[in-house]
């Protein structure tokens, strides 16, 4: 609140400074005020069109807020005028997901591995597309050349989920028991973990997970009604 302050000040006194609205509106981004902080990029590019840093911040800033739209408009504007820049595409491929555009999600996404063809983010995103459209070898594809890279919680458990989605239950209980090692108090890994033990019929285990699962999200309705609870 105190930056604001000082920012506020200084815009009174002249409201074109620029590098004093920008500052602001990553201010107000960082407080989680996303709303106001594409407002106040929207000003900085009023007085400055062609910033494409300031033009970045109002996309995210719209992603945050959940203008998904608004966003992907904002981030293909930067995509043309940076197509060699794998972020930038990455950046776009994720606000039309968020969007739905899954199509257009998927070519940006294309775009970004064309150019970094190591990047993690771009192959989860991209399995996430495959994912949506229920194309689960294609996202099982993706997800395990992003593990490949760097195995974290959130693409085990998506890979996990696809594998189930495939019958696959044996590698997806693999994925899960993979995922509660990066996090042993992961909620959504206890009870994924268990769908799958109970497709394998390995009821004692499952529900063993579920309990674990309950303590660790207590309110958690899908796991207190595979519970029995509700």
């Not at 007085?47 to 992907?72: F, G, I, W, Y």
């Amino acid at each position: 609140e105190g930056a604001l302050a000082d920012y506020d000040r200084a815009l009174a006194l002249d409201p074109s400074q620029i590098g004093a609205l920008s500052n602001r509106s990553g201010t107000l981004a960082r407080m989680g005020r996303y709303v106001e902080a594409a407002e106040g990029f929207t000003q900085v590019l009023d007085l400055r069109p062609d910033d494409m840093v300031a033009l970045s911040s109002r996309a995210t800033a719209q992603l945050l807020a959940n203008e998904a739209d608004a966003a992907a408009k904002d981030f293909a504007l930067v995509a043309a005028a940076n197509p060699e820049n794998p972020a930038a595409h990455l950046n776009l491929g994720i606000a039309l997901n968020a969007a739905g555009n899954l199509d257009q999600a998927q070519a940006a996404f294309d775009a970004a591995l064309a150019l970094d063809p190591t990047s993690h983010q771009s192959l989860f995103n991209r399995g996430n597309v495959h994912a949506a459209r229920e194309d689960f070898a294609l996202a099982i594809k993706d997800y395990s050349a992003a593990v490949a890279l760097a195995p974290d919680l959130q693409t085990l458990i998506n890979r996990g989920l696809a594998q189930s989605a495939l019958g696959n239950f044996p590698a997806a209980v693999d994925d899960f028991t993979r995922a509660l090692i990066i996090d042993p108090l992961s909620a959504a890994s206890f009870n994924n973990r268990a769908d799958a033990l109970t497709a394998l019929a390995r009821l004692d285990e499952a529900l063993n997970d579920r309990l674990n699962a309950q303590t660790l999200a207590p309110t958690n309705l899908r796991i207190l009604n595979q519970l029995g609870m509700l």
